[in-house]
């Protein structure tokens, strides 16, 4: 029984091998019925019992045939005991050609070692053994039915002694190398699972990388690119679907940025921006030589990380250096103050005293607004990132800083988006729609005479990201200031001291966020946009509920 349930387990090898042994049983059956009725060795086949070796012959093409013709509609899946009988059947038939043709003399007794070795083969325990025994049995049977019961004139009984000896030898010789080749077979599809395991890890792997990898072969074509070099290259977009088998000329950028390498390898090539995409790329190149294919590999990287990674860094640096000068200044701007208050205090009848005083605490003051900006830049802590509710946050957000406005603040809402939820710490939230909303609210009254602001919340489908607007009555920005709008001691007020949007936009960043301004268009007033990190793709530290 354990050699049975040993064949189903390798049955996958055991068919490859029972469409060879049907093979070889098709070709020799009809070459002993050839040979037979042709006449060209009567002397040899059917020279006892020709009447019988003809009949036995043509059944034996028959039953080949049949087994060809049900292994192929099969599949040469067959059970271990079709696969015994067939082999039974054919010592038998052997048997009987070789008693119709003179016995062991004829030869015809040596085609068992084949059938022998085949079964041996097929199975890898007792059974095979069994093969060989009823074979030599049977060699054994004839060879005594013809010495002494059909009185032939010679023995060979002991020639078929030695046969069944060399039978069990090859039986044993081939079970031992039929162990080896499964034993090999079974490391081969070991080796062959586990290199598709590290396959399927790599091309995971590859996927999930933030940086963009692109192989292109020597025509140029995508034979792999992973979801970021789509994205960067706007792949995602209908208008260009980026996918392995196509052409790299899809993207003209990335494809003149490749020509430019192979004639200028040495050159650092510039960033580009791709047709569809939304930010600026930086490609590098490198050549992949494998056998006789030459392959190019692309690295992808988005020049926005890089450079709000550098210029982290820098600001670091920047942050700690202003911070000591900025406390550094705080003891002899606070002296100056109060020397000017008392100066007011003693010569208060003095009208041009008090002029002059009124401007040096009006400066004093701009000036310590500065200096608690950049220590509060400079002791930024890492963020508290919170998973919560954008449309509950702000309903508390709004109460509260109505109530602390000091004057009678007009705030309207526009949730498109219900339910929406974001990744961000609620203080850093807290401050940068307080610094929007308090310039939002300052342009509207100098050009409306009202206080007015509005906050519109809504899902972009495309980036899937959450986006939060904040819009003002204000004339908007002029198209020379919006480059400099984040940057650090720019403002268009002389109240300010600029360093409001730019706080904003280093918070949003650290919250893997973004903020922006929105130009004016087509009637739309401009405004400040936030766009929140996906909600889903970040780890919050905790649940957040608004109190």
């Not at 004639?263 to 791709?274: A, I, S």
Request: proline fraction near 4%; charged fraction near 15%.
């Amino acid at each position: 029984m354990q050699d049975f349930q040993d064949y189903t387990q390798t049955d996958r090898l055991s068919s490859k091998l029972l469409r060879i042994y049907t093979t070889y049983r098709v070709i020799l059956a009809l070459l002993l019925a050839g040979v037979f009725f042709s006449g060209f060795a009567s002397e040899i086949l059917g020279s006892r019992y020709s009447q019988l070796f003809a009949v036995v012959s043509l059944s034996y093409i028959l039953l080949a045939l049949a087994t060809v013709a049900i292994g192929h509609f099969s599949g040469y899946r067959s059970s271990a005991a079709s696969l015994f009988f067939i082999l039974i059947t054919d010592i038998v038939v052997l048997t009987l050609l070789m008693h119709a043709s003179g016995s062991l003399s004829s030869g015809l007794g040596f085609l068992m070692l084949v059938t022998v070795a085949a079964g041996s083969i097929f199975f890898t325990g007792q059974l095979g053994i069994l093969v060989a025994a009823v074979a030599s049995i049977c060699i054994v049977v004839e060879s005594i039915v013809s010495s002494y019961f059909l009185l032939s004139r010679t023995n060979t009984v002991f020639p078929s002694g030695l046969l069944g000896i060399l039978l069990f030898i090859t039986a044993l010789i081939f079970q031992y190398l039929n162990r080896a080749m499964r034993s090999a077979q079974e490391v081969a599809d070991k080796e062959a699972e586990q290199s598709a395991h590290l396959q399927q890890l790599n091309e995971m792997i590859v996927q999930r990388m933030l940086t963009g990898i692109v192989v292109a072969d020597a025509h140029d074509r995508i034979e792999l690119i992973n979801r970021s070099a789509v994205k960067l290259l706007g792949g995602h977009m209908p208008g260009i679907p980026l996918s392995p088998g196509q052409s790299l000329r899809v993207v003209p950028g990335l494809y003149q940025q490749m020509k430019r390498w192979r004639e200028h390898p040495w050159l650092r090539t510039p960033p580009f921006l791709p047709k569809n995409g939304a930010t600026e790329v930086q490609a590098n190149f490198t050549t992949l030589h494998q056998s006789s294919q030459r392959r190019t590999l692309i690295y992808l990287d988005d020049l926005r990380a890089m450079a709000q990674h550098a210029q982290q860094l820098k600001l670091s640096s920047l942050g700690r250096l202003t911070g000591s000068i900025a406390h550094e200044i705080r003891n002899p701007l606070g002296a100056i103050s109060h020397a000017s208050q008392l100066l007011g205090e003693l010569r208060a009848e003095d009208g041009d005293i008090a002029l002059l005083t009124n401007i040096i605490e009006k400066h004093t003051r701009r000036v310590n607004q500065i200096v608690e900006n950049v220590l509060q830049l400079s002791r930024q802590k890492a963020p508290a990132t919170q998973k919560f509710s954008l449309n509950i946050w702000l309903t508390r957000f709004l109460v509260d800083y109505q109530d602390g406005c000091g004057r009678d603040c007009m705030l309207e809402t526009n949730l498109q988006s219900p339910g929406g939820q974001v990744s961000f710490d609620p203080s850093h939230l807290q401050q940068v729609l307080t610094n929007l909303l308090d310039n939002a609210i300052r342009y509207s009254f100098q050009s409306t005479g009202e206080y007015w602001a509005e906050i519109r919340v809504f899902f972009d489908p495309e980036q899937e990201n959450p986006l939060l607007e904040v819009i003002d009555r204000g004339p908007g920005v002029p198209a020379e200031g919006r480059e400099k709008l984040f940057e650090p001691f720019y403002t268009t007020s002389g109240e300010g001291s600029g360093l409001g949007l730019y706080i904003a936009r280093q918070l949003c960043e650290i919250n893997y966020s973004s903020i922006n301004y929105r130009a004016p268009d087509d009637g739309l007033p401009g405004a400040f946009r936030i766009r929140f990190a996906h909600p889903d793709k970040l780890l919050p530290s905790k649940e957040y509920e608004p109190a």
